[in-house]
């Protein structure tokens, strides 16, 4: 599939100028929780939770949205945290 094509069916741009789906959740779910197409996944999909990139700071508001969804980025903030407490 080219890329135009994906974009045209899979994707729109948020108020930030982000490409992200039309249809939560994603349409390459599989109904037994798998990535139906893990093997050609997307760069975003293959580097999330995002929290290895040299510029964290960078991507700090959706770091923290993840906080809400992923596991290991709420436990990756907590242990950040707890150095800044003391
Ligand atoms: S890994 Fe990405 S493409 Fe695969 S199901 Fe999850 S969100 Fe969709």
Redesign the pocket.
């Known amino acids: 599939m080219k890329s135009s094509q994906f974009i045209d069916e899979y994707l729109h741009q948020d108020e930030e100028g982000d490409y992200v789906?039309n249809f939560l959740?994603?349409?390459?779910?599989g109904a037994d929780n798998k990535?139906?197409?893990?093997e050609d996944?997307?760069k975003?999909?293959r580097e999330?939770p995002h929290t290895n990139r040299k510029n964290m700071l960078g991507i700090l508001d959706l770091s923290l949205k993840n906080t809400l969804v992923c596991p290991a980025v709420s436990k990756i903030f907590y242990e950040i945290g707890k150095d800044y407490k003391k």
């Open positions: 789906l959740p994603c349409p390459f779910l990535c139906l197409v893990y996944r997307p975003a999909c999330y």
